[in-house]
């Protein structure tokens, strides 16, 4: 008896539901994805509140001064104390003044540790003023609860 | 004479084995540097240097003195508003700055809106004070905000 010898395809899934999640799951991530996150630093963790909102424009010329709990000050990536800070916010400044704006045009945002110490906050705050900066912003994290 | 057509009924198809090799790429590129973005906003101070000037100075306009108290641990320990002592309950601090408040008008702008001095003691946790800002702020009804004092600033650090 002659046996013929059967061609067996390979059993294929159908990979279209498969490469359609995939192609939503990208979409996905790429629209919520924030390349933008320049202004958080692993070691701040924002205190809540519930009044605050985010804020609708951006505010003009921001120095952004996080405060870890141990009250160490992170300025443009270089770390401050209190005292020291104050070299921090002339080179800041010199950007401003050469734009031809004031000091007191300048937004410094504040972001502190929920831990530290109000104290060293409100050293942080006494120098800015020094520099004759005027105008704080105290960042918070929105509580939705 | 007669043409078999062996290739009859095969069908061409892509290979898709390297675009799906990209696509996990990309899939898992995303994934890992997804971070969900928390939302935050500000409580704006503007707190200009104090000037040296001896000029007469309205009663009027003397800020409400809010003192925080804090034990060696940054623990909160007392409230007080102008001297009244209001234990550690920020709803009680609302409560005072709401009957503080009362009468002024709704639409003051707030530049004229009573100001509020905060005195706290140095190791008190900042978190604390976010909360006492939040009380005299202003408070929720809904979803619309009700708001009391704009205008705050810091009283000198205690060391």
């Given at each position: 008896?002659?046996?013929?010898?059967?061609?067996?395809?390979?059993?294929e899934?159908?990979?279209?539901?498969?490469?359609?999640?995939v192609?939503?799951?990208?979409?996905?991530?790429?629209v919520?994805?924030?390349f933008?996150?320049?202004?958080?630093?692993?070691?701040?963790?924002?205190?809540?509140?519930?009044?605050?909102k985010?804020?609708?424009t951006?505010?003009?010329?921001p120095?952004?001064l996080?405060?870890?709990q141990?009250?160490?000050?992170v300025?443009?990536?270089?770390?401050?104390t209190?005292?020291t800070?104050?070299?921090?916010?002339?080179r800041?400044?010199?950007?401003?003044?050469?734009e031809?704006?004031?000091?007191?045009d300048?937004?410094v945002?504040?972001r502190?540790?929920?831990?530290?110490?109000?104290?060293?906050?409100?050293?942080?705050?006494?120098?800015?003023?020094?520099?004759?900066?005027?105008?704080?912003?105290l960042?918070?994290?929105?509580?939705?609860s | 004479?007669?043409?078999?057509n062996r290739?009859?009924?095969?069908k061409?198809?892509?290979?898709?084995?390297s675009?799906?090799?990209?696509?996990?790429?990309?899939?898992?590129?995303?994934?890992?540097?997804?971070?969900?973005?928390?939302?935050?906003?500000?409580?704006?101070?503007?707190?200009?240097?104090a000037?040296?000037s001896?000029g007469?100075?309205d009663?009027?306009?003397?800020?409400?003195k809010l003192?925080?108290k804090?034990?060696?641990?940054?623990?909160l320990?007392?409230?007080?508003?102008?001297?009244?002592?209001?234990?550690?309950?920020?709803?009680?601090?609302?409560?005072?700055?709401?009957?503080?408040?009362?009468?002024?008008?709704?639409?003051?702008?707030?530049?004229v809106?009573?100001?509020?001095?905060?005195?706290?003691?140095?190791?008190?946790?900042y978190?604390h004070?976010?909360?006492?800002?939040?009380?005299?702020?202003g408070?929720?009804v809904g979803d619309?905000?009700?708001k009391?004092?704009e205008?705050?600033?810091?009283?000198?650090?205690?060391?």
């Amino acid at each position: 008896m002659q046996v013929k010898a059967k061609k067996v395809d390979m059993a294929e899934g159908d990979m279209t539901p498969m490469i359609d999640m995939v192609f939503q799951l990208i979409a996905f991530f790429m629209v919520l994805i924030n390349f933008g996150q320049t202004e958080a630093n692993d070691r701040v963790v924002l205190p809540n509140s519930q009044l605050v909102k985010p804020p609708e424009t951006k505010l003009d010329f921001p120095i952004i001064l996080h405060i870890a709990q141990d009250g160490e000050v992170v300025l443009g990536g270089d770390t401050y104390t209190a005292e020291t800070l104050r070299l921090g916010l002339n080179r800041e400044l010199s950007v401003i003044v050469a734009e031809g704006k004031s000091p007191a045009d300048a937004n410094v945002i504040i972001r502190a540790h929920k831990d530290a110490a109000a104290g060293d906050v409100q050293e942080v705050i006494r120098v800015a003023q020094e520099q004759k900066l005027e105008k704080f912003a105290l960042r918070v994290k929105e509580d939705r609860s | 004479m007669r043409i078999r057509n062996r290739e009859e009924g095969t069908k061409q198809e892509l290979n898709m084995t390297s675009m799906i090799d990209i696509v996990f790429l990309l899939l898992i590129f995303f994934v890992m540097t997804f971070k969900i973005v928390e939302m935050e906003g500000d409580f704006s101070v503007r707190m200009p240097l104090a000037s040296n000037s001896s000029g007469a100075v309205d009663d009027t306009e003397l800020p409400l003195k809010l003192r925080l108290k804090a034990d060696e641990n940054g623990r909160l320990t007392s409230i007080a508003m102008n001297e009244v002592q209001l234990g550690t309950d920020f709803n009680a601090l609302r409560e005072t700055v709401i009957g503080l408040v009362s009468g002024t008008q709704p639409g003051d702008s707030p530049e004229v809106g009573p100001e509020v001095e905060i005195d706290t003691d140095y190791n008190l946790r900042y978190e604390h004070v976010i909360s006492a800002i939040t009380a005299v702020s202003g408070y929720k009804v809904g979803d619309e905000t009700v708001k009391l004092i704009e205008k705050i600033k810091f009283a000198k650090p205690r060391r």
